[in-house]
C-alpha cells in the first residue's frame, strides 16, 4: 500500500497538471480578489456621490444566497473596501465552489490517467488487492487539496495587500477552523468526483459533469426531490442541507460547533460512500 501511495505522489510531483491547476487556481484568485476590490471602490464612490448607505451581508446571508442560486457566485459580505479581510474573501470564495472545480479536474484527469492511457495495466498485477489503487488515489488527492487550500489562503493574503492595502484576519482560529470544515467538504466532493470518473471513463464527460455540480445544477433534482417530501407530509425539508455541495455553500465564518460537526459528517459519510463504490466498480470492471 505505502509504494502504491508512494508511486502516486510521484507522480503528482512530476506531471505538470499539477502545477498548471495550482498556476490556474492562483491567477482565477488574484484575478477574483482584483475584481472584488474594484466592485467595492466603485460601490464606495456611488454611495458618495449619492449620499446613500447599505447594510452589509452577513456571512450566513451570503451563505444562504450561494447555497441556494444556480451557478457560481461570489459574495464578500463588505460594505467597503475597510470592512475586507482575509478571511472574508477565503470564506467568499470557498462557499462559491470555485476552486473545487480545479479539485475536481485534478481528480479527473491525473488520478484516472494511469486508466485512459492503459498503464495500470503494468501494476495491477504486482498488487496484492486492486482496491489500494482507489485507496492511494484518495490519498493522493487529500494531499492535493491540502496544498491548494495553503496555496488559496496565501494567494488570497497577498492580493488582498496588494488590493487593498491590508491583509488583516478577524480572527485566525475561526479562519483556520472553517477552513478545516472546507477541506473535508472539498476533499469528499473531489471522492465523489473521482468516483464519477472511475464509473464513466471519460475525461470530458466526467469533467463537464463536475463543473455542473459546482455550478449547483443539481438543485433542479433537490428540488424535485424536495416536492416530493412536501406531497408525502414532509414539510420544511430541504435535500441540499444533507449533501456536500449544500454544506460547502452552507457552512459559514464562526459556524457553530453543531453546524460543523454536520457538516464534516456529511463529508465523511458521502467520501466514504463515494471511495466505496468506485473500489466495487473497479474491482469487477477489467482493467
Same mark, same amino acid.
Given at each position: 500500500?505505502?509504494?502504491?501511495?508512494?508511486?502516486?505522489?510521484?507522480?503528482?510531483?512530476?506531471?505538470?497538471?499539477?502545477?498548471?491547476?495550482?498556476?490556474?487556481?492562483? %491567477?482565477?484568485?488574484?484575478?477574483?480578489?482584483?475584481?472584488? %476590490?474594484?466592485?467595492?471602490?466603485?460601490? +464606495?464612490?456611488?454611495?458618495?456621490?449619492?449620499?446613500?448607505?447599505?447594510?452589509?451581508?452577513?456571512?450566513?446571508?451570503?451563505?444562504?444566497?450561494?447555497?441556494?442560486?444556480?451557478? @457560481?457566485?461570489?459574495?464578500?459580505?463588505? *460594505?467597503? +473596501?475597510?470592512?475586507?479581510?482575509?478571511?472574508?474573501?477565503?470564506?467568499?470564495?470557498? %462557499?462559491?465552489?470555485?476552486?473545487? =472545480?480545479?479539485?475536481?479536474?485534478? +481528480?479527473?484527469?491525473?488520478?484516472?490517467?494511469?486508466?485512459?492511457?492503459?498503464?495500470?495495466?503494468?501494476?495491477?498485477?504486482?498488487?496484492?488487492?486492486?482496491?489500494?489503487?482507489?485507496?492511494?488515489? /484518495?490519498?493522493?488527492? *487529500?494531499?492535493?487539496? %491540502?496544498?491548494?487550500?495553503?496555496?488559496?489562503?496565501?494567494? =488570497?493574503?497577498?492580493?488582498? /495587500?496588494?488590493?487593498?492595502?491590508?491583509?488583516?484576519?478577524?480572527?485566525?482560529?475561526?479562519?483556520?477552523?472553517?477552513?478545516?470544515?472546507?477541506?473535508?467538504?472539498?476533499?469528499?466532493?473531489? #471522492?465523489?468526483?473521482?468516483?464519477?470518473?472511475?464509473?464513466?471513463?471519460?475525461? /470530458?464527460?466526467?469533467?463537464?459533469?463536475?463543473?455542473?455540480? #459546482?455550478?449547483? =445544477?443539481?438543485?433542479?433534482?433537490?428540488?424535485?426531490?424536495?416536492?416530493?417530501?412536501?406531497?408525502?407530509?414532509?414539510?420544511?425539508?430541504?435535500?441540499?442541507?444533507?449533501?456536500?455541495?449544500?454544506?460547502?455553500? #452552507?457552512?459559514?465564518?464562526?459556524?457553530?460547533?453543531?453546524?460543523? @460537526?454536520?457538516?464534516?459528517?456529511?463529508?465523511? =459519510?458521502?467520501?466514504?460512500? +463515494?471511495?466505496?463504490? /468506485?473500489?466495487?466498480?473497479?474491482?469487477?470492471?477489467?482493467?
Amino acid at each position: 500500500m505505502m509504494n502504491v501511495i508512494k508511486m502516486d505522489l510521484y507522480r503528482m510531483v512530476k506531471q505538470k497538471i499539477s502545477y498548471i491547476l495550482l498556476v490556474a487556481l492562483t %491567477a482565477f484568485l488574484v484575478f477574483s480578489v482584483a475584481m472584488t %476590490a474594484f466592485l467595492v471602490f466603485s460601490v +464606495a464612490m456611488t454611495k458618495e456621490d449619492m449620499a446613500m448607505t447599505q447594510t452589509p451581508m452577513t456571512a450566513e446571508q451570503a451563505s444562504e444566497e450561494s447555497m441556494g442560486n444556480l451557478g @457560481l457566485y461570489l459574495n464578500v459580505p463588505a *460594505a467597503s +473596501a475597510q470592512d475586507v479581510t482575509v478571511d472574508l474573501e477565503v470564506f467568499g470564495h470557498m %462557499a462559491s465552489r470555485a476552486p473545487a =472545480i480545479f479539485t475536481a479536474i485534478f +481528480a479527473v484527469i491525473f488520478l484516472t490517467a494511469d486508466l485512459q492511457t492503459g498503464y495500470i495495466k503494468n501494476i495491477a498485477g504486482q498488487i496484492e488487492k486492486r482496491q489500494w489503487l482507489i485507496y492511494s488515489k /484518495a490519498v493522493v488527492l *487529500a494531499v492535493y487539496t %491540502a496544498v491548494s487550500f495553503i496555496v488559496t489562503l496565501i494567494t =488570497i493574503t497577498l492580493s488582498c /495587500a496588494v488590493f487593498f492595502g491590508k491583509a488583516t484576519i478577524s480572527s485566525f482560529p475561526k479562519l483556520m477552523a472553517y477552513m478545516g470544515g472546507e477541506y473535508m467538504l472539498y476533499l469528499a466532493f473531489g #471522492c465523489i468526483i473521482l468516483c464519477l470518473a472511475v464509473i464513466i471513463r471519460n475525461h /470530458a464527460v466526467t469533467v463537464a459533469l463536475a463543473i455542473c455540480l #459546482c455550478m449547483n =445544477i443539481q438543485l433542479v433534482l433537490y428540488g424535485v426531490i424536495n416536492s416530493l417530501l412536501g406531497r408525502a407530509g414532509v414539510d420544511g425539508m430541504n435535500i441540499s442541507e444533507y449533501t456536500v455541495s449544500g454544506w460547502m455553500s #452552507c457552512l459559514s465564518l464562526g459556524a457553530s460547533a453543531g453546524d460543523m @460537526l454536520r457538516g464534516i459528517v456529511t463529508a465523511l =459519510i458521502f467520501g466514504a460512500a +463515494a471511495l466505496t463504490v /468506485a473500489v466495487i466498480v473497479f474491482k469487477q470492471r477489467d482493467i
